[in-house]
């Protein structure tokens, strides 16, 4: 698999929220890229800043009290950030579509989910009733929809969990786009039709060549999906990689803890590893490397000096100086 | 289930336990038919273990857990605890029982009164104790909040002050107070990240090497039960499909439903092949319960017989059983 080409490309992406008083640096300079074909993952405990950035890439940070202060966006060579509304619904109608975490509130209760796909269809394209009506069933057929013919004429608390999440998905693809972004879009759902949703997402980006950037806090849902990782704590990336490098070599103490921590039949009886003290409030961030109050590798360092990124080599980044140069550092 | 008298060991059995809702339409509100949470449960949980409930969401889980602490009126079986039935059980006769089933709520910010600080939320459960440790209460709040890891100056703090995981610590002490020796973990970690969840895990599991707690541990992700139970039952639609040891479940499920829920679990070890069809079978979660096997409509090897019979709890192996007739011709004819 080789995916050249950058169609995403955020760089040094910093999200602030004004909330009284103090300022909460959700999204503390970012930068990460999706390439075309790609599924890219972004993992990372609540409150990390998951939702904040997928939101900058499509102009939906509510501002105030929110402001993208510092970054860029670049999507096919074009900047998102301060484009003007107009041409951000055209990219938001046509290049890139959102999946979101709840397909209820996310639905609206008054039309049927005909209504909504026909509506998002013809946000991007002129198309006569008929043909739109057979269009929005061969959408509902490909994500799945047990009799659409029928089924395109419901509600969506007719539904169950799963095929709602089906039908968001048809209204992502109604538009054909480069790009999906899926915030934790299986959360809500039960193990069986996570793994349907996943398996549809994964077959519809084969088929339709698509790129897809997914958020999760969910190491195993990321495992089974991802061709390469982002772990984000505490508003910043602290590690990258494939699914490989990340799983079987990780090298922040973060993602390390992470994944000693989940549990798993394998390991009854053994005391699970877990990570002492709790992600901290993104209005008072510590100095230094944002996880040092609870790594257990901190030096004295880590307390006043930002952490570089390290490079391992073919593509696994970690920002961690500290397990970097095991000897003389900081000198 | 069917296995007999030895129960020495067991706290709590379930028999046949039921509990049907009515579905009322209409502007009369007729009853049009009935939700069958509950149909006909049976499990066993042995004191000082854990028992893990598993099963998606509606499967009738939380149901289980209320009738259990008679927060919710059955409507037949039995719920023997330490050897009496108490299903049936007056308000007075339940007296000495009440405090010795406690139950955690995934979000345990509902259970806590906001206008109280965590120390009088703790206190209340001392007091029920009566004068066992009337004299020392305080000192007993503080050995409390210690047991989960919490500093005792948090006792006058207010539940809105904590954090998900900390009010998760916060209602295990309250539960604690009343010493008792059956917990209901209802999704207690469910809503806790990854971190947090290992330090709630870990603290469950110490308690109940320090206290000898029994636990029955309700939850949707397998991979959580796998590592905490020693028993697990598979639940479908009011249904126990299938009961045995956590290792019977894991490295032999019977149920094709216990199947395709473990090969449903995405694995962090990228070792392992995470292979699932987009099957084009509906999960409905529709409340209309065919007449036979419950797990007909999704189940890939159903045979006419399935539609019909109501299936048997049957053992397939030493404490392994299973409610379907195929997986039982199968593997159930071999002694143990
Ligand atoms: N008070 C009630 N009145 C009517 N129906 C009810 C009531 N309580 C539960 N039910 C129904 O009983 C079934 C089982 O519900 P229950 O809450 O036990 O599910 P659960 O397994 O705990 O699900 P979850 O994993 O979503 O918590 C569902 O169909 C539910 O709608
Ligand atoms: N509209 C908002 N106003 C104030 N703070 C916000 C807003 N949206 C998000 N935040 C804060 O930004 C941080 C990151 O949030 P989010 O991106 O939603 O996290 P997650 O990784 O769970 O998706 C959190 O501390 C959150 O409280
Ligand atoms: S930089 Fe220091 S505190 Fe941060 S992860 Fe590395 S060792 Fe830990
Ligand atoms: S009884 Fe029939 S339908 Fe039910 S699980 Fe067994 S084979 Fe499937
Ligand atoms: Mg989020
Ligand atoms: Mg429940």
Redesign the pocket.
């Known amino acids: 698999m080789t995916h050249d080409r950058p169609l995403l490309c955020v760089e040094n992406l910093k999200v602030y929220f004004q909330s009284n008083g103090a300022r909460a640096h959700a999204v503390d300079g970012i930068s990460f890229e999706v390439r075309e074909k790609e599924t890219v993952c972004i993992v990372g405990e609540s409150g990390c800043g998951k939702t904040v950035s997928a939101l900058s890439i499509l102009g939906l940070i509510p501002t105030p009290p929110g402001e993208i202060v510092d970054g860029q966006i670049i999507f096919s060579g074009q900047n998102l950030i301060n484009l003007d509304e107009k041409a951000m619904q055209k990219i938001r109608g046509n290049h890139i579509s959102m999946v979101f975490q709840e397909p209820l509130t996310s639905l609206n209760p008054v039309f049927t989910i005909g209504d909504q796909i026909g509506e998002a269809v013809r946000t991007h394209q002129q198309i006569d009733t008929e043909a739109l009506f057979q269009y929005c069933v061969q959408l509902l057929n490909d994500v799945g929809i047990p009799s659409p013919k029928q089924r395109i004429n419901d509600y969506p608390h007719q539904l169950s969990g799963g095929q709602r999440q089906r039908v968001m998905i048809a209204m992502a693809l109604a538009c054909d786009p480069d790009l999906i972004i899926a915030d934790e879009p299986t959360t809500a759902l039960?193990v069986t039709v996570q793994a349907q949703i996943l398996a549809l997402l994964r077959s519809i980006q084969k088929k339709r060549s698509m790129s897809v950037l997914y958020i999760s806090h969910d190491l195993g849902v990321v495992s089974a999906i991802a061709d390469r990782i982002y772990v984000m704590y505490a508003g910043i990336m602290v590690e990258q990689g494939n699914t490989d490098q990340i799983f079987r070599s990780a090298r922040h103490p973060y993602t390390q803890g992470l994944l000693a921590s989940l549990p798993s039949p394998s390991k009854r009886g053994k005391r699970l590893h877990s990570i002492p003290g709790t992600v901290p409030n993104p209005a008072y961030k510590p100095k230094g490397c944002p996880f040092h109050p609870r790594c257990r590798q901190k030096i004295l360092s880590c307390q006043q000096e930002y952490p570089g990124m390290c490079d391992y080599g073919e593509g696994h980044l970690a920002r961690c100086p500290v397990l970097f140069k095991p000897k003389g550092y900081p000198g | 289930m069917e296995s007999k008298n030895k129960n020495n060991h067991s706290i709590l059995r379930i028999e046949g336990l039921k509990?049907y809702?009515?579905?009322r339409r209409g502007f009369l509100q007729k009853i049009h038919g009935w939700?069958k949470?509950?149909d006909g449960v049976s499990f066993e949980i042995e004191q000082g273990k854990t028992m893990g409930l598993v099963?998606?969401?509606?499967?009738?889980?939380?149901?289980?857990?209320?009738l259990i602490l008679k927060l919710?009126e059955s409507d037949a079986g039995k719920i023997i605890f330490q050897g009496h039935d108490i299903r049936r059980f007056s308000e007075k006769e339940m007296k000495p029982y009440r405090k010795e089933i406690q139950i955690i709520f995934?979000d345990p910010f509902g259970s806590l009164n906001p206008r109280m600080t965590i120390g009088q939320s703790i206190e209340e459960g001392i007091r029920i104790l009566g004068n066992k440790h009337a004299t020392n209460r305080k000192e007993r709040l503080e050995t409390l909040l210690s047991m989960v890891g919490m500093s005792s100056d948090s006792s006058d703090r207010y539940p809105h002050e904590f954090s998900g995981g900390q009010r998760q610590r916060i209602g295990i002490a309250r539960a604690l107070s009343v010493e008792p020796s059956l917990i209901v973990c209802?999704?207690p970690v469910s809503a806790l990240d990854v971190s947090i969840q290992a330090q709630i895990i870990n603290l469950l599991k110490d308690l109940q090497d320090q206290l000898g707690l029994s636990y029955l541990f309700?939850s949707?992700d397998l991979n959580v039960v796998g590592y905490l139970c020693n028993t697990i039952s598979v639940?479908y639609k009011?249904h126990i499909m299938e009961f045995a040891s956590s290792e019977d479940i894991f490295n032999h499920p019977h149920h094709p439903y216990t199947i395709s829920l473990l090969s449903a679990i995405p694995d962090p070890d990228p070792d392992i092949k995470w292979h699932v069809k987009p099957s084009n079978g509906h999960i409905g979660?529709s409340?209309v319960v065919p007449e036979g096997c419950k797990y007909q409509d999704r189940c890939t090897i159903a045979e006419t017989a399935c539609l019909k019979d109501k299936m048997v709890f049957e053992k397939v192996r030493e404490n392994h059983f299973v409610r379907c007739w195929k997986a039982a011709k199968n593997h159930g004819s071999s002694p143990d």
């Open positions: 039960d | 509990k809702f009515p579905i939700v949470a509950v099963g998606e969401s509606g499967c009738g889980k939380t149901t289980v857990a209320r919710l995934q209802d999704e309700i949707h639940m009011g979660d409340d």
